[in-house]
C-alpha cells in the first residue's frame, strides 16, 4: 500500500459501482474524484449521481446501511513468498485500481465506508 506501488492514475475519475457490476451502466453510482495512499490504507473521495438508485445508495452509505466497499484492480507486478505449508504467496508489488464497489459484504478488513458525522464510528468499526 505503498505510495510508490499504486498507481492511481485510472482510478481518479474511475466509477463507483454497484457490486462490481461494470457491464451495465444503471450501475455506475458515482465516481472517484480524489484518491491516496499512505502506507496503511487507502482513501478516495467520490460523488454520487442524482440518479433515483444512486441517490437511494447514498442515503444509506450516508446513514451507516451500506458500510462496505471493494477495489477492482489490475497487477502490473508481483513478487512470490516462500511456501508455508504448502501455501505459495502471491503479493502485488505494483497495481492500479480501477473502480470502486459498494458491496453487502466486506472484501477484507480494511473495506469500510467513513463519511461526514459518522467518520469516528466506522473507523472504530474498521479496527
Do not use: C
Amino acid at each position: 500500500m505503498t505510495p510508490e506501488a499504486v498507481d492511481l492514475s485510472a482510478f481518479i475519475g474511475g466509477p463507483v459501482l454497484n457490486s462490481h457490476e461494470r457491464f451495465d451502466v444503471r450501475s455506475i453510482l458515482g465516481v472517484v474524484e480524489a484518491a491516496s495512499v499512505d502506507g496503511q490504507r487507502g482513501v478516495a473521495t467520490i460523488r454520487f449521481s442524482e440518479r433515483a438508485e444512486a441517490a437511494a445508495v447514498a442515503r444509506d452509505v450516508q446513514d451507516g446501511i451500506v458500510r462496505h466497499v471493494s477495489v477492482g484492480y489490475t497487477v502490473g507486478e508481483k513478487a512470490y513468498r516462500a511456501r508455508r505449508a504448502g501455501v505459495r504467496t502471491i503479493i502485488a508489488t505494483r497495481w492500479k485500481p480501477a473502480e470502486l464497489s459498494f458491496r453487502r459484504s466486506p472484501s477484507g478488513p480494511g473495506g469500510k465506508v467513513r463519511t461526514g458525522a459518522n467518520m469516528e464510528l466506522h473507523e472504530q468499526i474498521r479496527q
